[in-house]
């Protein structure tokens, strides 16, 4: 499900927003669309990890599909720190504003596998990827 940015505008490297309750430090790291992921995959019983493009997962996880798959080119991830580790909160198009993947909603194991990958292998401290 696509819809427009909302929540987060403009370019956002690292914004504090406050809520009544919590205090959310989110963070921001751009990446092109050829940008180079892991995979894991299953070879003969064996584990391998796959080189994907950051745009070719995103198609794998059907997250962008149709003619605007071209179109994709600088993929943005919203993400926070929480105790020490990592949450991705939102992947999006920088270019356009779609939103690609909201942690608010459902998470398939193709997405939640896409997340994991991102965690690993996007080195997501890197302001710009």
Do not use: C
Not at 4 to 22: C, I, P, Q, R, W
Not at 42 to 63: A, M, P, Q, S
Not at 91 to 112: A, C, K, L, P, R
């Amino acid at each position: 499900m696509k819809k427009a940015l909302d929540s987060y505008t403009g370019s956002l490297v690292h914004l504090g927003m406050k809520n009544e309750e919590t205090i959310m430090n989110l963070n921001e790291t751009i990446y092109t669309h050829n940008y180079l992921l892991g995979k894991d995959v299953y070879v003969d019983g064996k584990h391998r990890v796959k080189d994907i493009t950051f745009r070719d997962y995103l198609v794998e996880t059907n997250l962008i599909y149709g003619p605007e798959i071209e179109d994709v080119i600088n993929i943005a991830v919203v993400w926070e720190v929480i105790e020490e580790d990592q949450y991705v909160k939102q992947i999006y198009n920088h270019d356009t504003g779609e939103i690609y993947f909201d942690e608010s909603e459902e998470m398939t194991d193709e997405v939640d596998d896409f997340i994991s990958s991102i965690l690993m292998y996007a080195n997501l401290e890197q302001t710009i990827g």
